[in-house]
C-alpha cells in the first residue's frame, strides 16, 4: 500500500529552527509538494521538489532524497504566524496527491 | 479576484437527507478535485474530473455523486449512503491534470455535521 509518515505534532520556539520530516511509500514517484494549513482553513502550497536536493524560498526551505523516501522542510527564524499544520503530499504514478496526516507545528514565544 | 469559494462553510445533515456542497472556481482550471479530511488522517480523495461532463472516482467514493456541467462548478452531494458524512470537506483545482510543477489550489472548505 501506500504510505506517507509525518510527525503528529512538534514544538519550537519563536526564532528558533525547525527541520519537520516525512517519509514516503507510493507507487511511482513525480514530486513530493508541501503544503501549510492554518487549523479551520484550506491548505496553501509552500514548495515543490521532484528531484534530489534542496530547494531555498525564503524563511522555507525543503529537501528531497527520491533513494531514501525522505523530504523534509525547514523552518528559519520561526515567527508566531507559522503556527500551523504541515501537509507533506507525494504525486504517484497516476499523477494522484498521496497525503500525509499532517504535523502540527506548536510556536513558544 | 481569482480563485476557489465554497459554500456553505458549516452545513448540518439530518439522518437520511442528501446534502449538497457547492464548489466554484474562476481560475479558468481545467482539473477539480474533492477530498475529504478527518482529524489524524491525510487528505482522502473523493472525485475528481479533469474535464467537464467527465469524473472519475477517487479512494472513497461511496455513498458520494458529483457533477461536471460547467467548467467552473464541481458539487458533491453527501447521499444518504454515507454513513459517516461528518468531516471537513475541501475542493480543489489544478491547471491541467497534475503533472509537473503543477500545484492544487484549495478552497476554503466546508465543516459538514451530523443532527
Known amino acids: 500500500g501506500q504510505n506517507i509518515d509525518q510527525p503528529t505534532e512538534m514544538t519550537a520556539t519563536e526564532g528558533a529552527i525547525v527541520q519537520i520530516n516525512c517519509t514516503y511509500q507510493t507507487s511511482g514517484f513525480n514530486g513530493l509538494f508541501w503544503y501549510q494549513q492554518h487549523a479551520g482553513e484550506a491548505p496553501t502550497f509552500l514548495s515543490y521538489n521532484v528531484l534530489d536536493g534542496l530547494e531555498e524560498k525564503g524563511r522555507f526551505s525543503s529537501f528531497l532524497s527520491r533513494s531514501k523516501g525522505y523530504s523534509y522542510l525547514l523552518l528559519k527564524e520561526l515567527q508566531m504566524k507559522d503556527s500551523a499544520s504541515y501537509l507533506c503530499?507525494?504525486?504517484?504514478?497516476?499523477?494522484?496527491?498521496?497525503w500525509g496526516a499532517g504535523t502540527k507545528l506548536i510556536i513558544k514565544p | 479576484d481569482g480563485g476557489i469559494t465554497q459554500s456553505p462553510k458549516y452545513l448540518f445533515r439530518k439522518e437520511g437527507q442528501n446534502v449538497t456542497l457547492s464548489c466554484e472556481q474562476n481560475?479558468?482550471?481545467?482539473?477539480m478535485y474533492w477530498y475529504r479530511q478527518d482529524p489524524g488522517q491525510g487528505l482522502r480523495l473523493i472525485y475528481y474530473?479533469?474535464?467537464?461532463?467527465?469524473?472519475q472516482k477517487g479512494d472513497i467514493a461511496e455513498g458520494y455523486s458529483v457533477s461536471r456541467e460547467k467548467k467552473e462548478s464541481f458539487p458533491l452531494t453527501v447521499t444518504s449512503a454515507q454513513k459517516n458524512p461528518t468531516a471537513f470537506y475541501l475542493c480543489a483545482s489544478s491547471p491541467t491534470g497534475g503533472s509537473g510543477q503543477e500545484t492544487q489550489y484549495f478552497g476554503p472548505g466546508t465543516r459538514l455535521l451530523v443532527l
Open positions: 474530473s479533469q474535464i467537464v461532463n467527465d469524473f
Open positions: 481560475l479558468n482550471h481545467d482539473a
Open positions: 503530499a507525494v504525486r504517484d504514478s497516476n499523477y494522484q496527491l498521496i
